[in-house]
Structure formats: C-alpha cells, structure tokens
C-alpha cells in the first residue's frame, strides 16, 4: 500500500517513531512536509511528551531511505496515495484537505476533548483518557472517527509515566491504523469545545489534580471492582447473561454473551459472535463475526517477554486477532497470536503461533490436525 507522511521541514520526533515502525511494514512511503511555525516560548510546567525537535530531519531520512519528499500542497496529485498519516503538521489549509483520506491521532477522546494538550485537560477536567484516530475534515478534529482507544490507568502510575503510556499509544494507533480502520472501537461522547494551550495558572494545580484523578479511573480501584457493564459500545440486539465484566469495549450486532465472563477495555466482539460463560477477554483482543468462543476460554496479552510478569506495563503487552467464522472449543487458551477465517480451535488447545491456513487444531501447542 502507497501512504504519505506528513511532516514539517525539521527534525520531528513523532514523525521519526511512526515512520521506523511504517518501514517494518513494508508500506511504500512518500514524505509530504509543511513549513514549521516556531511561536513563542512558553512557560511549560510540566510535560506530557517528549522534546520533539530533535533527531535526523525528514530530508536526512529521505536520503537515506530513499524516500521521495513533496510539499504538502502536492497531496491531491497523488491519486494512488491511499492514506495520509500525519506525523506533525500545522493546521492544514482546507484547500488542501482530501475527505477520509488524511488520518491523524489526537491526543484526547474526540469529541469530548478536543483541541490542544489532549493529556492534561483530561486530567483537569476529569474526563476519561484515551486518544482518537480520525480522519481530517474542514472542521480539522471533527472528520469522522476512525476509532477510539482509552489509555488504561494503574494504581503506580505517576504523572510520567501515565504520559509516557499516553504518547506510546498514540503512536500505535498511527501505526496500526489498518486494523482499526477494519476494527473499530466508537464510543459516545458529548460534544465539547476545543482547548487552547492549558496556561499556567490552571496547569500548577495538575499534579495535585493528578492524584484525585487517578482514585477516579484507575483499573484496581477497589470502590469500582464491582461487576458491572461501563464505557461499552453495544449494537444492537446484544444479548447478556449477567453477571459479567464488560468495561471500555466494543460489542457488534446480534452478539450473546454468557455468565461470568469478562471482556476488558480495548478488545471488541464482531457481529453475531457468541461467548460462552466464564471466558475470560483480555485487553487488546479482537474477535470477528460469527464466531464461537466455549466456556472458560482464556485469552493472554501477557507473554512474559522478560522472564516474568509485565508488571502492568501495557507496552510489553501483545494483541491478538481472530478472523471471522472462528470456533473455539472450551478451556483453549489463546496466547497473543492471529488466527485467520474459517478455523477450528479444539477443546483444551493452546495457541502459541500465528495460524493462517483454515483447518482444525488441537493439543498443547495446538497443531493442525486436517485443513478445512
């Protein structure tokens, strides 16, 4: 797939992170670079993202990779481009503007929080904290949404780290804008209006508010460990057998769920799928249509990279997609692979690889046992 990255005529950090992790992708790239605007300085107190002007300019880039470079302007030449992912850019004169095609990440949950310093109004304002994958629009963060994702927030977190957490997932949603682009996580927010740059005066009390904040939404929170179904997108005819955990997901249409089963935030459930009781959906899965999950189905995000326990640290965690038309026997565990269209899963199996050819599998490691 051809795809353009957008980006100023300096050095960028952001820009730099999202176009490494682009090349393993094998996508063929076009730079498309705007002009950078230097304002004033302003008295920062605390920040929420790394410097960003610094590192190789997108022209060193350029010369070394072998990419071509074209002014913004040029992006409506380009027919063949399928999607523009911005890197860094100043607002992007309407003229210029490709309906669904040019896609950015904002920092907030649009279109609750909108504007500048996503990570910090949330904070002040209480609301929930996630970035949104949009396309860009006349209205710049009011195009359509592509999808949503929240940030999770744990009992240790500090100002820091929860920042640094934010701005890793904001560019993983840059760079894996395909999978949600097929799967999509939209949730319902009121519309607010935009921020401007927090000033001063509000952004000295943060640390401060950071603590409050933080006993609202962290996961453990034992006053919230209660069973309960929040912060989900139903469609419609959802069928559910309480009690469960359902909590930041997204359930597709006609989908039933069983008894004493939980599906955390960040995963979603394709049309007409089934879950039996006391299956367990971890962070970061993704199920297609019509698909079958057992009783006491496990899913893992956790594959002990380091020798132990990721101790909550969601960068070490993995995703896991499941195809459509998917059938998973009861007590199958499910470690942090991709399982293509039109396969079996027998019961007690458990997957370790990637698997791509539809089939019937089973045993510890689950192996193909006859193709379909």
């Known amino acids: 797939m051809k795809i353009g990255l957008i980006t100023y005529n300096k050095p960028h950090l952001k820009t730099q992170q999202v176009f490494y992790r682009l090349l393993k992708k094998k996508y063929e790239i076009s730079f498309f670079v705007s002009k ?17 002007i610094v590192g190789p300019s997108v022209f060193e880039l350029a010369k070394k990779y072998k990419i071509k470079v074209y002014p913004i302007e040029d992006m409506k030449k380009f027919k063949d481009i399928k999607f523009f992912l911005i890197g860094g850019s100043r607002i992007i004169d309407k003229k210029y503007i490709i309906k669904n095609k040019i896609i950015n990440c904002h920092s907030g949950l649009i279109p609750m929080t909108r504007g500048l310093d996503g990570f910090k109004w949330s904070i002040i304002n209480n609301n929930i904290l996630g970035n949104t994958l949009h396309f860009i629009n006349k209205k710049v963060d009011l195009g359509n949404i592509i999808s949503h994702k929240h940030t999770s927030i744990f009992k240790s977190d ?3 780290k929860l920042s640094t957490r934010h701005y890793n997932n904001e560019i993983d949603m840059l760079v894996n804008f395909e999978q949600y682009i097929k799967k999509p996580s939209i949730f319902k927010f009121k519309l607010n209006k935009s921020n401007m740059r927090m000033p001063s005066y509000i952004e000295k009390d943060i640390l401060k508010k950071f603590e409050s904040y933080k006993k609202n939404y962290f996961i453990n929170n034992t006053k919230k460990n209660k069973v309960k179904i929040v912060e989900t997108k139903f469609g419609k005819n959802v069928k559910i057998v309480e009690p469960v955990n359902i ?10 769920i069983g008894p004493f089963v939980e599906i955390q935030r960040n995963s979603s459930i394709g049309n007409r799928s089934r879950i039996q009781s006391h299956s367990f959906i971890c962070e970061l899965v993704t199920i297609g249509s019509d698909c079958f999950v057992g009783h006491g189905v496990m899913f893992i995000n956790d594959k002990f990279d380091l020798g132990g326990p990721a101790n909550r640290d969601k960068n070490l965690w993995k995703e896991t997609f499941i195809g459509d038309k998917v059938s998973i026997g009861s007590n199958a565990t499910i470690l942090p692979v991709k399982i293509c269209n039109n396969t079996i899963i027998g019961a007690g199996a458990i997957v370790t690889k990637d698997i791509s050819v539809p089939g019937i599998y089973a045993g510890n490691p689950a192996r193909l046992i006859r193709k379909l």
């Open 158 to 160: 500090n100002y820091k």
């Open 247 to 256: 909590y930041g997901s997204s359930i597709g249409d006609d989908v039933s």
């Open 36 to 52: 950078f605007i230097k304002f004033k300085p302003r008295n920062q107190l605390f920040k929420h993202r790394p410097d960003q």
